[in-house]
């Protein structure tokens, strides 16, 4: 009964995001809104890595856009630099990032709470250094990187980008619903609960927390690519580490262990950004603190989950009041 | 004596200067319902902690159906078919009554992120088994009415249930519970004896450390008792009642 609840839940989201997103980007939007709209779908594909990792997992990482800025800087200087097809380029830059995320997986988690956050952050600070020394561009970065095509269709256009990166992100959204409920899932989630009993049914708690952050990891990284063959220029600045606190935000406000809420996370704080906190500069931070403290302290399990228990109250009032009428009805 | 399960030869545990268990030689029968007994401090939950691998003895060695334990991991251990459950239960909140012992099923299932991720169909056999014998733990311990409820909403004497099923659904040969009778009231400790009975009687070993001496003496076929860390002596429940160094451990020795 509840498992079907739950799965009428899970279907008329899907159907209601298709129906947003072929709607979405035609005409008569300003233009400028199918960009950001690509964004969202870009940072949507991070934040839902994060929620495996912190709202499932319960293991935080502050250094999420390292990771994020690896594959789109892979992308860009193997497509650039070295006439390496997009597509290829990207396939390369995932493997590398995950198998970065993986090596320094097993020694990052065996730190835990503070521990871990402070190291993720360390790293996520080294990295976006390295990204302004080392890699070609230096503080500029890297123009000119060349669009993802399919035969001689190019994703030139901002509306064809759209379809592309929103292809993506359902496929990693889908992907990461499939997971959490699954026996891979419910070993994550344990591993949340009580690593010692975890590890008592036999759950293998390193290696699981090391997979998911390599997951997580390629997700950010898939995401960079798109980012880069979208944007066609990228500097370290896009991958600071204000970024992996921006990325920890979406996934609060969607809710942490919600996957789908990562959309309106990313959605929410993606409109903010580029909309309404435009004249706000550095006055900006500030906000996205405020909104962070607030969704804390009202909806601790984020707005998703918020809003569907909103529905269920609303719903259970109908339904109440539907009896009230009946019951007059019967009686009069 | 017939073959043991579990043994344990000089097994002896060190936290700096504290010596927590000390050169303990044991036999677990198979088939059997064991109890570790001693007085708070004894080293029984360390015991414990020794057997299921949450550390590392400093000296000594585990056999468990005569193969060495010393190098598994406790997750392996776990594999390989010892479950526990612990004195402060560590239930999972994050999730359903149904979905804590689902997960007490991962030893015994394989499918991974591949098969999960993309819903291939050995994810959905796989799935399907689980569900159907998470059912029968639940059913067991009698917790059916509860299973779509969050564990950490049930009272105490049934999350102690439910921890029980959650390790039995790793379908282990060897099942070590830590203070089961603990906070639960006469009526609960009697499902409890019930229950302990007739997971020995599914053919699995049961070592059950314990305060309450009405339940041990009642149900445990072999009793062991630990003081300071030392084994200071075991037997049948009558023998036990009856043995001076086992009281003097109890009540307190007369200083000469």
Known sequence: MLERVKRKWYYSVIVSLLVLLIVIPFDWF?????????????NTMVTVGLCLLLGYTGQVSLGHAAFYGIGAYFSAVLSKTYHLNPWLAMLIAAIATGAFAYVIGYPIFRLKGNYLAVATLAL????????????PGGPDGIAGIPNLSIGGFAFDTWFKRYFLVWGFCLVVLLISQNI?????????????GSEAAAESIGINVDRFKVKIFVLSCVYASLAGSLLAHSMAHISPSSFDPMVSVIVVVMAVMGGLASIWGAVFGAGIVVMLKHELLLGFGELEIIIYGLILMLVMI??????????KSSYVKLKELYIRWRLGQIRRGAET | MSESILETRGLSKAFGGLIAVDKVDMAVETGKITAIIGPNGAGKTTLFNLITGVYPASSGDIFFQGKPLKKEHAHTRATLGIARTFQNVLLFGNM???????????????????ESAFRLPKAHREEETISLNAMKYLNLVGLGMHAEQNALSLPLGQQKLLAIAR????????VLLDEPGAGLNILEKRELSDLIHR?????????LVEHDMPLVMGIAEWVIVLDTGKKIAEGTAAQIQKDPKVIAAYLGEDED
């Open chain 2, 96 to 114: 359903t009554v149904l979905e804590n012992i689902m997960t007490g099923q991962h030893p015994r299932s394989r499918y991974g992120f591949l």
């Open chain 2, 199 to 207: 997971i020995r009687d599914m053919g699995i070993s049961v070592i």
């Open chain 1, 124 to 135: 996520g600070v080294i990295v976006y250094i390295l990204f302004g020394k080392l890699a």
């Open chain 1, 180 to 192: 959490v409920n699954s026996r891979s899932g419910r070993a994550l989630r344990a591993i949340h």
């Open chain 1, 298 to 307: 009202f909806m601790p399990e984020g707005l998703f989950v918020w809003l």
């Open chain 1, 30 to 42: 300003p233009g400028h809104y199918t960009t950001i709209m690509v964004l969202i779908g870009i």
């Open chain 2, 167 to 174: 390790a039995l659904a790793t379908e282990p040969k060897l």
